[in-house]
């Protein structure tokens, strides 16, 4: 069974259209992150929260912000999307020391 | 934080061969994971592994953590083993998972 559910698979959004990503769990885990992962590249965090504590990385754009509304759902918010963030997007919980990560969310913008 | 390096960066095998993949790192860590990104872009969990030694039928990964690496062995590989390998740890009180930059692996039939 699936522990990290990312909706929807693949995304196709408009150029400044604001999108939003979901992410779900079902392991109650404490610790979720955003990655965002540009083909042939590793994985990049956006941001992680600890419960409700939000961490945003330095260089995450301030076109992208994020919601945990309870344990299990954290959603990404693209406010306007530019061509350079089609990417794949990667939804990650932490159990003490390992990362678990959903099937990704693929967009793309036209 | 921590810097973590992999080596090769490209590797092509024909089906059946064996291969070594390495996983460098930068200071101690007690936990380190190797993932298979597979075609469609999911990261799949392969080990958790912060020290010894772990198989799990062709694959096993060995992690000497006071030397600071880590291996990830496939034998007989397979067409399905193709895609993009990646180590990652936590580092310290960090929460944030560092990755290495991958191999790209790509088995031909």
């Known amino acids: 069974d699936a522990m990290v559910i990312q909706n929807p698979r693949y995304q196709v959004t408009q150029f400044g259209k604001p999108v939003t990503l979901s992410c779900s769990q079902t392991l109650n885990h404490n610790v979720m992150y955003w990655y965002q992962q540009k083909s042939s590249q590793a994985p990049k965090l956006l941001f992680h929260y600890y419960d409700k504590d939000f961490n945003n990385e330095a260089d995450t754009p301030d076109n992208f912000q994020s919601r945990r509304p309870n344990t299990s759902f954290c959603f990404l918010d693209i406010r306007s999307p530019g061509l350079g963030d089609a990417a794949m997007y990667l939804c990650?919980?932490?159990?003490?020391?390992?990362?678990?990560f959903g099937q990704g969310t693929r967009l793309t913008v036209v | 934080g921590i810097q973590v390096e992999q080596s090769p960066p490209d590797l092509i095998l024909q089906e059946g061969a064996n291969s070594t993949l390495r996983c460098n790192f930068s200071d101690s860590v007690n936990n380190l994971q190797w993932f298979h990104q597979n075609p469609w872009g999911q990261l799949i969990n392969l080990f958790y592994i912060p020290s010894g030694t772990k198989q799990n039928g062709r694959l096993s990964a060995t992690t000497v953590a006071t030397e600071r690496y880590s291996l990830l062995y496939i034998s007989s590989s397979q067409t399905t083993d193709s895609g993009v390998y990646f180590c990652a740890a936590f580092s310290g009180s960090a929460r944030q998972l560092t990755f290495g930059s991958g191999t790209q692996l790509t088995v031909l039939p």
């Open positions: 990650a919980t932490r159990r003490q020391a390992e990362a678990f």
